[in-house]
């Protein structure tokens, strides 16, 4: 079945602080790949996204994220965190056949201690 | 643009009653979809629509739950009659040619059914 993992539900940095947030997606033709941010109380937000091509792809607030084919992975990182990085974290996948359906991970809730 | 709008934020009501959630998209998006948050099962796409028609109701959990979009910039999702499991946030999201670039995402109506 198709869907999105991410290992994580927790995890916390200290400012400044290297990230890396993990998402692996099911096998199979690789699909479209987003990173999205939730703040709390708020809507989600559009990070970055991979397509095709250059698989190390730059988004907004200082992400990249990193697409490998062989881990069937698209981890999310940043080099240095801020206080206000603190939220949660959704990767989604649209799947080939997938008609639309952006299929969500159940999301890594980031808390940055100062 | 205002972005996406969503109405009520917050509704709290009693097993039985017919909840009534509003969506205003975009102006000029072609999509909008309807999505339900929850602790236990993350985010789930409940319908989406292409140009007012509703195109994957899939995800809608039951009869009980019905959506509309009578014109391009408006669309309700209906519970009748509510449940208390059907508590918790309804995102409404539009985009311009399918999920491949961005989804805008309202702040979402937190449902509460005592």
């Known amino acids: 079945a198709q869907s999105v993992t991410q290992p994580d539900i927790h995890i916390t940095v200290s400012e400044g602080a290297s990230l890396e947030l993990r998402c692996n997606y099911s096998?199979?033709?690789?699909?479209?790949l987003f990173w999205y941010v939730q703040s709390p109380g708020q809507g989600l937000q559009l990070l970055l996204k991979?397509?095709?091509?250059?698989?190390l792809v730059q988004g907004i607030k200082g992400f990249e994220a990193e697409f490998k084919r062989s881990q069937s992975s698209f981890n999310l990182r940043k080099p240095s965190v801020h206080w206000s990085d603190a939220a949660e974290y959704f990767c989604?996948?649209?799947?080939?056949?997938?008609?639309?359906?952006?299929?969500f991970g159940a999301g890594t809730r980031l808390a940055v201690h100062p | 643009d205002a972005g996406v709008i969503q109405s009520p934020r917050h509704e709290v009501t009693e097993m039985g009653q017919e909840v009534t959630l509003r969506c205003k998209p975009i102006?000029?998006?072609?999509?909008l979809f309807w999505y339900r948050q929850t602790m236990m099962r993350g985010l789930e796409l409940l319908i989406y629509?292409?140009?007012?028609?509703?195109?994957?109701d899939s995800g809608m959990p039951e009869d009980r739950f019905s959506a509309k979009m009578p014109n391009a910039s408006f669309s309700t999702l209906k519970i009748q009659p509510s449940e208390p499991r059907d508590s918790a946030v309804y995102f409404c999201?539009?985009?311009?040619?399918?999920?491949?670039?961005?989804?805008?995402f309202g702040e979402g109506s937190r449902l509460t059914v005592l």
């Open positions: 629509f292409n140009n007012n028609v509703p195109i994957d």
């Open positions: 999201a539009s985009c311009e040619r399918g999920p491949y670039g961005e989804l805008f």
């Open positions: 991979y397509f095709s091509g250059d698989t």
């Open positions: 102006s000029g998006h072609d999509y």
């Open positions: 096998y199979g033709a690789t699909p479209y």
């Open positions: 989604a996948a649209l799947f080939s056949g997938g008609y639309n359906k952006l299929i």
